[in-house]
């Protein structure tokens, strides 16, 4: 998990959105292989990305080529949901 410090990004259009969206995936073709991104929440001044990557490396990396800061990058082991109880 990804966590962004991005000032009023919940305010910012679809058009800014999708710039964002754009420049994360042009690094991500310029990478290759070691990382996917997932999906984004964007929350008032902060975004939470869910990454599927080899390493930080690979994370910072990303960062450096899209222009998007990271504040804090924490390994998920483990994913639980209502489901999990039932098992």
Not at 31 to 57: H, M, P
Not at 59 to 67: A, D, K, N, Q, V
Request: glycine letters at 6%.
């Amino acid at each position: 998990m990804i966590e962004r410090d991005i000032p009023a990004i919940g305010q910012m259009s679809a058009a800014e959105l999708c710039g964002a969206a754009r420049a994360s995936n042009q690094a991500l073709e310029r990478i290759g292989n070691g990382i996917q991104w997932v999906q984004s929440f964007v929350a008032r001044d902060k975004t939470f990305c869910v990454y599927l990557a080899e390493s930080e490396d690979a994370i910072i990396r990303h960062s450096e080529l899209s222009g998007i800061p990271v504040a804090a990058i924490t390994e998920i082991p483990q994913v639980i949901d209502p489901l999990t109880a039932k098992s």
